[in-house]
């Protein structure tokens, strides 16, 4: 801190007030306020001489008196299942990026999939006092105390990647059944016709609609379903490795994995084993990401649009939010199956083209060392 030559410290300069703008622009306070609040009754010469003083003083708004005034504090919440996942970070910085370019600031929690943990979290942005809330929602549903509690406060829920109508049916999610669909098929037409699946926790709708594809897919190329050949986990690796385990003991030709992280755990477990992909069986997983390529095999992926589902359920929350009482909304973004080599379709044409028939060699048509110029 400076001191004056006197040895007195000088004091920090006064934030500018409300007040200050007032009597810099020669207008009342209650004009001030229209003018930072965007009211359109205030005359053009006037709001640009209170913009003018505003800019002079350096003056900025006191956010929390004026949401304490609006009764909003231009907060949304979102609460995920695992932020460690790592397809939930782009899909949270879609949300925050859509939230702060309409002014909204967001607080995340993470629930682990976990009812009783979710619970605290819209507890906890509930006395925050958000203006919305984001939700990739566990299967089970609230407590009546704390449905009450949402309906007394009133302020709208978007759910993110699930559905769940008795909460809200507004929603943006993936389209899981034709991601799955698309996965299955393409194995199918790899050669591969005994097809497993590592599925999410079946009381969530997204893992529900993978296992819908999975199977109508099979259904469309001809191949059997055998429950033997599916394995529920919960999107986790350690539940993909115990799975692998299980389900490569029925030893499928080809297998579809709900989601990365699963893809992972299956992987270790093939290695622990000592089986090969794409040689012992082909493998599609849910999910893209820029380093896949690096790996080997290189993962043949259906692509999920991670910063469009965050940014798009945030503009549907805040334009609830703003007093949109539309019809409810549930879109459906489009998945993109990204075809690499674990799947073996190219191992698989190899293995059906005939073999060439040899020929000994003639030794008179064999040209002799010294024709090669050696």
């Not at 609040?37 to 708004?61: M, T, W």
């Not at 609006?70 to 932020?83: A, C, E, S």
Request: net charge positive; proline share 6%.
């Amino acid at each position: 801190m400076s001191s004056s030559k006197n040895g007195n410290r000088t004091k920090p300069s006064k934030s500018a007030s409300i007040y200050d703008v007032a009597r810099e622009a020669s207008v009342s306070v209650f004009t001030v306020s229209a003018v930072i609040n965007g009211k359109e009754h205030v005359g053009k010469k006037l709001r640009e001489r209170v913009e003018a003083a505003i800019s002079k003083l350096n003056y900025r708004p006191n956010l929390i008196a004026r949401s304490l005034a609006k009764q909003r504090t231009h907060t949304i919440g979102m609460i995920v299942p695992d932020i460690a996942n790592p397809f939930f970070p782009m899909v949270v910085r879609g949300a925050e990026d859509a939230a702060q370019k309409h002014g909204y600031n967001l607080l995340l929690c993470n629930s682990d999939d976990s009812l009783a943990k979710e619970e605290a979290s819209v507890e906890l942005l509930l006395s925050k006092r958000v203006d919305g809330i984001l939700l990739t929602k566990a299967g089970e549903d609230f407590r009546p105390s704390l449905r009450q509690m949402i309906e007394e406060v009133g302020i709208p829920f978007v759910l993110v990647m699930r559905t769940y109508p008795r909460l809200t049916k507004d929603a943006v999610i993936t389209d899981d059944y034709r991601g799955a669909y698309d996965a299955v098929l393409h194995l199918a037409r790899a050669g591969r016709r005994r097809i497993g699946l590592i599925s999410g926790p079946l009381k969530v709708s997204n893992a529900l609609a993978r296992w819908e594809g999975f199977r109508d897919a099979l259904k469309a190329e001809g191949l059997p379903y055998s429950s033997a050949l599916v394995v529920e986990g919960d999107y986790r690796i350690e539940s993909g490795f115990r799975a692998g385990h299980a389900l490569l003991s029925h030893h499928p030709d080809g297998i579809y994995v709900a989601n990365h992280l699963m893809t992972v755990g299956l992987l270790k477990a093939t290695e622990e084993i000592g089986l090969r992909c794409p040689e012992d069986f082909g493998l599609v997983s849910f999910d893209d990401y820029p380093w896949l390529d690096v790996f080997y095999p290189r993962l043949t992926t259906v692509e999920l649009p991670k910063h469009q589902l965050g940014s798009e359920a945030a503009e549907l929350l805040i334009r609830r939010i703003a007093g949109d009482r539309s019809p409810p909304v549930v879109k459906k973004l489009p998945t993109e199956l990204r075809i690499r080599d674990s799947c073996g379709f190219a191992l698989s044409i190899l293995r059906r083209r005939p073999k060439k028939e040899t020929r000994p060699r003639n030794p008179r048509s064999a040209p002799n060392e010294s024709s090669k110029g050696v």
